[in-house]
Protein backbone atom coordinates (compact mmCIF):
# COMPACT_ATOMS: atom_id res chain seq x y z
CA UNK A 1 0.00 0.00 0.00
CA UNK A 2 2.95 2.31 -0.57
CA UNK A 3 1.98 4.16 -3.65
CA UNK A 4 0.12 7.19 -1.84
CA UNK A 5 2.97 7.29 0.42
CA UNK A 6 4.57 10.45 -1.20
CA UNK A 7 2.28 13.04 -1.90
CA UNK A 8 0.56 13.51 1.00
CA UNK A 9 4.10 13.66 3.48
CA UNK A 10 5.70 16.51 1.08
CA UNK A 11 4.30 19.40 2.57
CA UNK A 12 4.86 18.50 6.07
CA UNK A 13 8.94 17.87 5.30
CA UNK A 14 9.18 21.35 5.52
CA UNK A 15 9.10 21.57 9.35
CA UNK A 16 10.44 18.03 9.93
CA UNK A 17 7.50 16.63 10.50
CA UNK A 18 8.23 12.75 9.21
CA UNK A 19 5.68 9.85 9.62
CA UNK A 20 7.55 6.29 9.55
CA UNK A 21 4.92 3.05 8.83
CA UNK A 22 6.13 -0.23 9.53
CA UNK A 23 4.46 -3.25 9.01
CA UNK A 24 4.83 -7.25 9.66
CA UNK A 25 3.90 -10.64 9.15
CA UNK A 26 4.66 -11.38 12.03
CA UNK A 27 3.07 -11.17 15.88
CA UNK A 28 4.16 -8.57 18.34
CA UNK A 29 5.01 -9.72 22.03
CA UNK A 30 3.01 -7.50 24.04
CA UNK A 31 5.40 -7.37 26.91
CA UNK A 32 8.24 -5.63 24.36
CA UNK A 33 5.44 -3.44 23.03
CA UNK A 34 4.26 -1.89 26.49
CA UNK A 35 8.36 -1.84 26.71
CA UNK A 36 8.71 -0.05 23.96
CA UNK A 37 5.84 2.77 24.94
CA UNK A 38 6.67 3.31 28.60
CA UNK A 39 10.17 3.25 27.97
CA UNK A 40 11.65 4.22 24.30
CA UNK A 41 8.94 5.89 22.22
CA UNK A 42 10.23 9.23 21.58
CA UNK A 43 8.59 12.54 22.84
CA UNK A 44 8.60 13.85 19.50
CA UNK A 45 6.53 11.15 18.01
CA UNK A 46 2.82 12.88 18.89
CA UNK A 47 0.61 10.57 16.60
CA UNK A 48 0.68 7.14 16.11
CA UNK A 49 -2.26 4.60 15.03
CA UNK A 50 -2.30 0.91 13.87
CA UNK A 51 -3.71 -2.25 13.74
CA UNK A 52 -1.85 -4.55 16.00
CA UNK A 53 -1.23 -8.41 16.70
CA UNK A 54 -0.03 -9.80 20.01
CA UNK A 55 1.39 -13.24 19.78
CA UNK A 56 -0.67 -13.58 23.06
CA UNK A 57 -4.01 -12.49 21.89
CA UNK A 58 -6.28 -13.81 19.52
CA UNK A 59 -8.26 -10.51 18.75
CA UNK A 60 -6.43 -7.32 17.00
CA UNK A 61 -6.40 -4.50 18.45
CA UNK A 62 -6.18 -0.89 17.19
CA UNK A 63 -3.90 1.15 18.50
CA UNK A 64 -4.12 5.19 18.40
CA UNK A 65 -1.58 7.38 20.45
CA UNK A 66 -1.66 10.81 21.02
CA UNK A 67 0.38 12.89 23.04
CA UNK A 68 1.27 11.13 25.83
CA UNK A 69 -2.02 9.45 26.20
CA UNK A 70 -2.88 6.04 24.10
CA UNK A 71 -5.76 3.92 23.93
CA UNK A 72 -5.74 0.13 22.68
CA UNK A 73 -9.17 -1.16 22.03
CA UNK A 74 -9.73 -5.07 21.15
CA UNK A 75 -11.82 -6.34 17.75
CA UNK A 76 -12.02 -9.11 15.80
CA UNK A 77 -9.69 -9.97 12.48
CA UNK A 78 -11.26 -9.76 9.22
CA UNK A 79 -8.61 -11.08 7.10
CA UNK A 80 -5.59 -12.01 7.51
CA UNK A 81 -3.22 -10.93 10.65
CA UNK A 82 -0.62 -8.59 10.33
CA UNK A 83 1.00 -5.47 12.43
CA UNK A 84 0.42 -2.16 10.81
CA UNK A 85 1.46 0.74 12.77
CA UNK A 86 2.27 4.66 11.92
CA UNK A 87 4.19 7.21 14.03
CA UNK A 88 3.81 10.56 13.53
CA UNK A 89 6.31 13.19 14.67
CA UNK A 90 9.18 16.05 14.33
CA UNK A 91 12.43 15.60 13.57
CA UNK A 92 12.15 11.27 14.17
CA UNK A 93 15.53 8.85 14.13
CA UNK A 94 13.67 6.24 11.76
CA UNK A 95 16.17 3.44 12.01
CA UNK A 96 16.48 3.52 15.30
CA UNK A 97 12.77 3.82 15.76
CA UNK A 98 12.15 0.79 13.13
CA UNK A 99 14.33 -1.19 14.84
CA UNK A 100 13.08 -0.26 18.21
CA UNK A 101 9.87 -1.74 16.72
CA UNK A 102 11.45 -5.03 15.28
CA UNK A 103 12.85 -5.69 18.80
CA UNK A 104 8.88 -6.12 19.59
CA UNK A 105 8.33 -9.16 17.11
CA UNK A 106 7.84 -11.96 18.73
CA UNK A 107 10.61 -14.17 17.78
CA UNK A 108 10.20 -17.95 16.88
CA UNK A 109 10.18 -19.92 20.01
CA UNK A 110 13.80 -21.34 18.94
CA UNK A 111 15.20 -18.14 19.36
CA UNK A 112 14.22 -17.23 23.08
CA UNK A 113 16.78 -16.22 25.47
CA UNK A 114 19.31 -15.09 22.95
CA UNK A 115 19.91 -11.59 22.82
CA UNK A 116 19.38 -10.33 26.19
CA UNK A 117 23.11 -10.08 27.37
CA UNK A 118 23.34 -6.58 26.63
Do not use: Y
Request: charged share 30%; net charge negative; proline share 3%.
Amino acid sequence: HDHDHDHHSHHLENDGFTSLSFQSDKPFAIRKFQHFLDTQLPENVFRAKGILWFDESPNRHIFHLSGKRFSIEDDEWKGEKKNQLVLIGQNLDHDKLRSQIEQCVCLPSNNRGKGFGK
